[in-house]
């Protein structure tokens, strides 16, 4: 006969993101509710492997939904990948009593729960990243608040762009995606993005774009650029030199990762952390949760690691159409 569901773990791996707090809390505050225990690893699967592990009650998650970064640290641990270590981690999370483990982290952190799944510990991932790379769903939690960040950063260069009437490169996160670029480059107003999906690293077509627009009266030129294409520093100076256009770059870098949560990533990564409590709870495992179409709906881990997604061709055109 199956164990029952006594307690279960949480932990977060990978980068951090705004709201991976507000999903610890729920996970704790959901299982705690539904008559579980709770424990807390720290430093993600390399805290795992050193047994860093905390028993949690609901004061452990007291005054954390508005903070950015989370309260369980989280680590990249490269020595996971290998199957002898996954099988010392199922092992110890046995020796722990934990019936079921909860995963907040990217692909990659899903790949690592896929195995332990394999091993006989029922794992549920959450996706939590600023980078919004997951197939498998439309929101992860961070990318709200970190591509409202950005914004605010660019609006702020837009400022001195335009009292300078120069070309400002402004490269923000997303790591081969670029998801934060496109959505930052229509809130903003750029007169370019370049998203690694698209950009075909023609920069005379670039360079003639700024000239064109500048002839039309535009007074700054704005180009949002993704770090999957980067380079930002040096395209700034080849750009100065081609058009005559003072041109800085800005990198705006870790500044994204940080802050208060944003409401949709406090409720969002909320519903998530419930949702991974209830479907170990009705016994599933190696399960990725998602929001999709307007539902928060869950997927095999494989079927959802398998998936692909891309940059909508419709709003990359209308970002555009925009430019005038
Ligand atoms: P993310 O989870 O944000 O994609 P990483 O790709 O850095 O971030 O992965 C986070 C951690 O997940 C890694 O440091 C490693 O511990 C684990 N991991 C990544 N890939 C695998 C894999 N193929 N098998 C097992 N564990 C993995
Ligand atoms: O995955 C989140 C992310 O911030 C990416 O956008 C970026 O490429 C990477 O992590 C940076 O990682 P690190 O914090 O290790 O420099």
Redesign the pocket.
């Known amino acids: 006969m199956e164990k029952k569901m006594e307690t279960i773990a949480v932990l977060t791996s ?2 951090d993101a705004p709201g991976m707090n507000a999903c610890i809390r729920s996970v704790v505050r959901t299982a705690l509710a539904k008559g579980l225990k709770v424990k807390g690893i720290l430093r993600g699967y390399a805290g795992l492997l050193k047994e860093e592990i905390i028993d949690m009650d609901s004061h452990s998650v007291s005054d954390i939904i508005e903070r950015g970064g989370t309260i369980l640290y989280t680590a990249r641990c490269l020595e996971f990948k290998k199957p002898d270590v996954q099988q010392q981690a199922a092992d110890i999370l046995r020796k722990h009593g934990i019936d079921g483990l909860v995963v907040i982290g ?1 692909d990659g952190s899903f790949a690592g729960a896929r195995q332990l799944a394999n091993l006989g510990i029922n794992t549920i991932g959450l996706p939590g ?3 919004l790379d997951i197939a498998c769903t439309d929101y992860t939690i961070g990318f709200d608040t970190a591509v409202n960040t950005a914004m605010e950063a660019i609006d702020k260069v837009r400022d001195t762009s335009s009292s300078h009437e120069r070309c400002n490169i402004i490269e923000v ?3 081969n995606a670029g998801y934060i670029a496109l959505w930052c480059g229509i809130a903003n107003g750029a007169e370019d993005i370049l998203l690694p999906e698209r950009y075909d690293g023609d920069e005379q077509k670039l360079i003639n774009h700024i000239i064109d627009m500048r002839k039309q009266g535009k007074k700054h030129h704005i180009i949002i650029n993704a ?1 999957g294409v980067g380079h930002s520093t040096s395209m700034a100076k080849r750009i100065e030199a081609a058009t005559g256009i003072e041109t800085r770059a800005t990198i705006i870098g ?1 500044i994204q ?1 940080g802050g208060s949560p944003t409401c949709t990533d406090r409720v969002y990564a909320s519903i998530f952390g419930a949702k991974a409590v209830d479907l170990l709870l009705e016994g599933k495992s190696k399960r990725v949760v998602g929001y999709r179409k307007g539902e928060f709906v869950d997927y095999d881990i494989n079927e959802a690691l398998a998936m692909k997604k891309d940059i909508d061709d419709y709003t990359f055109e209308v970002s555009k159409w925009l430019v005038r």
């Open positions: 990978g980068g990217g990243t600023i980078d996160m997303g790591r770090e870790h990762r």
